[in-house]
Structure formats: C-alpha cells, structure tokens
C-alpha cells in the first residue's frame, strides 16, 4: 500500500486532470481582460490626448504593483487560514477588483465629463482611466499568482502534471485572447448595446465601454467555475510541520522540525525579509531560470504594448490625432492589429496543446531556446516590413496586400513561442523550488519579479529610446530582438537539464499543498 511519508496515512489520488482544467479556467476571464488592454487601451490613451512618448508610462503601473502585490498575495496565501482555503479567497477579491477597475476604464469619458470635462479637453477621464489601469493590473497581479500556485499545490511534485497544469493555464489564456481580441476588433459594439454611446462617449469609447462590460460577465462565469472546482483543506501552520525532502541520493526522507520555534518566529517577520530569505536560498538553477526569464520579458513587451500601435502607425501609416484620412488609417491599422492578435491566440492554443509533448522530446531548455529564437527572427521582421511601408507614397492610402500579409505573419508565428513563454518557466520553477519544501505561492512571486523588472525597464526606457533614434516603435524592437537572441543563449548554456519525473502514480504533495 502507497503511504504518505509525512503522515503515515495513504496517499491520495492525483487530482484529476478535470479539476486542474477547471482552476485554469480564470485564465481566459483575466486574459479577455488584458487582451483588451493590449489591444484598445494604448491606441485609446493617445485619443484621451496623452502623446506616445507619455503613454508608454502609463504602463508602469503593471510592474510596479507586479514587484509587490504578487510577492506579498504570495507570501500571505501560503499562511492563509481562512475556512474557504489559502489561494480561493485571493482569486475572489482579485476578481472582484478586476471588476471595479473595468467599470472605471469603461466609463472614464462619461466620469470625467459629469466633473466638469469638456469634449476636447479630458484631465479628469484621463486621471479616472489612469487610476482604474492601475486598478486593473494590481487586481491582476493579485488573481492570478495565487490561481498559478493552486495548479502547482495540485500538480504536487509530478513534473508531468506540472506541466500539464501549466499548458491548461496557457490554453485558457489562448482562449480568453481570442475571444478578447476579436471583440476589440468588432467595430459595431454601439449598435448592439446602443447605452454606451453618450455625449461624451463617442464611437470608439462606446466600442471599448461596451468590451469592458462583456469582460466583466467573462471573469463572472470563469471565476465561478475555478473557485468551484475543488475544496481546500483548511491549512495550519501546525499541520504542515513534517515535510518530505529529499537526501544526497535522491532518497525521500521526512525531515523533523527540531527548529520549530525559530521558524515561528521567522514566520511572523516582516514581508521584505522573507522574501530576501526566499532570494537567499534559491537554488541556482532557479538564478539561471529567473535572467533567462527576464531576458524573454525584455524582448516581449515592446511588442505586447505597442503591437496594434505598430500597426496603425508603422504599416498603416497613420495618426491617432491626425487629420482625418490619417485617423482613419490609424483606426483600421488598430483594428488590423486586433485581427493579428487574435490569429496570435489561435496559434498561442494550439501549441499550448503541444507543450507537453514537445517538453518531452525537446527537453525544456531547448524548448525555450527555439520559441526565442523565433520571437529574435520575428521581431527583425517587423524592421523589414516598416522600411517597406516607409518606401510607399506619403498619400493616405491603405498599405498593399501583401505587407498586411506579411505582418499578420509575424502576429500568427509570435502565438508560438508566446505559449512557451507563458508555460514553461513556470514549470520550471515548481521543479527546481519543489524540493526545498517551500510555499509555491512566494516561488511564483519570485519568479515574477523577472517579468515584471523587464515591464519596469521598457516602459520607462521605451519612449525615450524610440525618441533618440527619430520616434516610432522600431527602435525598441530591435532591441528585443538582441535581447531574444541573448536569452535563447542564456536558456541553451545556463539552464540545467530537470531531473527525471519521479516514478510514482500518486500525487507527493508538497508542503504547500492545500488540498484535503
């Protein structure tokens, strides 16, 4: 009979793969969200009047609360003793701040207008948007680690289910940007739900009012669904004293806290010095994972933000406040970009199915080497399809065919190596912090420093880089090109190949685990 090493008594059954697909399930409510954002919000900003260089700083407030809100959402969901379980309560309040921020995005326009905004000066909606985008992010930030680290307590130490679980997650994201990005791309959201248009909220603000609203119902029935999959077991520091480690060998021996009272009263230490502690004692594989980590994220944002802006503005050719044919073409370059977005989600789910198998065959390392391979030689295809769309007349004129083909191309092959991105490193860090017995939910805090520092890193630095070599988005991915290529490197050399899945068919739940 198979016997839990910690408690004497018989190990459970692995938690089906229904349930994990049912938590992951948030992913397509958070991500219809933020497809939005990529793909409204930033063309939107600029019609609001914030000028491009100043619209890339609005985009600090994901990282930031990222630096700080997941860590600690973290920290406090692996003590957490509510009756409800450690990581549900923190989905719930996540999504429900999701909600508040969404609302306040939705109906900046209409917010600022009734405090004393006129139809072509909008200080007030756009102190009201800033404020709900910061809400929204923090609120995200706050959803998801704790969802992240659900799936890796019920995934224990099967690297297999591990991954499983991770490519459930990226498959829902897959999901909830199709849907997110082909409702930005619809263009007649007004006529359907004709209340959102107001005085102060034209066409375009009623479009994305009216897609804020749908995400609200998404989150609603995606939320209801994960928190509703499984119990948790209501956890207690005093329960979760043995934990399973593994010897010298290999061998799984149980590990007697002897130091019962120093860990008390680590436990009640501030937040800061934990997690420096959990800094201190990453295991090196984990450093390795974190630079190739933020090496990836460095290449990707310039894209994710100003994706739809490259379209509307390099391939298009277009002015979000210029003259009219201008604003026109930048509209339709927006919404093209929409269109390539979603084509990037199709392929995004489709190689989320995959990653299991190729993680298998390719071993993970490898598998990161080729998605930022690919991200480096799509990235320097944007170059070549800018410089021929700058060749064309200076006439407002829809690019040709084939240079809208070409760059819905490079949206569609990006989908590829995104899936890895968004499943593989986390992974990762469930294998390589697994054995050291610690809460999930702070490694997935950690892990995310290294993508948020990255988002830090672009958004201050995007603007006034693209400003120094004449303005536009090229500048800026050039440079995540490099530094695609320098983290493909980094993957291939640094990263160590994870140890062989351990032979068992019943789930070793880690101390972290929550689950009765």
Known sequence: MNRDLRTGGRLKSEVPLRTLARIASVAAGVQFGWALQLSLLTPYVQVLGISHTWASYIWLCGPISGMFVQPLVGYYSDRCESPWGRRRPFIFIGAAHVVVAVMLIGFSADIGYLLGDSLTSRPRAIIIFVLGFWLLDLANNMLQGPCRALLADLSGRNQRRTRSANAFYSLFMAVGNVLGFATGSFSKWYKVLPFTKTEACDVSCSNLKSAFLIAIIILAITTFLSVTATPEKRWSQAESKPILRANASGEKIIVEDDDNEQEDEEIQEAFIWELFSAFRDLPRPMWYLLVTTALTWIAWFPFL?????????????????????????????????????????????????????????????????????????????????????????????????????????????????????????????????????????????????????????????????????????????????????VGGIAALLLLPTPPPDFPVPRLLRTRSSPVP
């Open 305 to 485: 933000l100003f994706d739809t802006d490259w379209m509307g503005r390099e391939v298009y050719r277009g002015e979000p406040s210029g003259p009219g044919p201008f604003s026109s073409l930048y509209d339709r370059g927006v919404r093209a970009g929409s269109l390539g977005l979603m084509l990037n989600s199709l392929t995004l789910g489709v190689t989320s199915l995959m990653i299991e198998y190729m993680s298998r065959k390719l071993g993970p390392k490898l598998l990161l080497a080729l998605a930022n391979t690919i991200l480096c030689i799509s990235l320097a295809c944007t170059v070549l399809i800018t410089k021929a769309a700058e060749s064309l007349s200076n006439e407002p004129s829809s690019p040709p065919t084939t240079l809208k083909i070409m760059a819905l191309l490079v949206f569609t092959v990006l989908g590829a190596p995104l899936a890895v991105t968004y499943s593989v490193p986390f992974a990762l860090t469930a294998t390589f912090t697994s054995s050291a017995g610690g809460g999930q939910g702070l490694s997935m805090g950690v892990l995310n420093l290294s993508i948020v520092i990255p988002q830090i890193i672009v958004s201050v630095g995007s603007g006034p880089w693209d400003a120094l070599f004449g303005g536009g988005n090229l500048p800026a991915f050039v440079l995540g090109s490099f530094s695609a290529l």
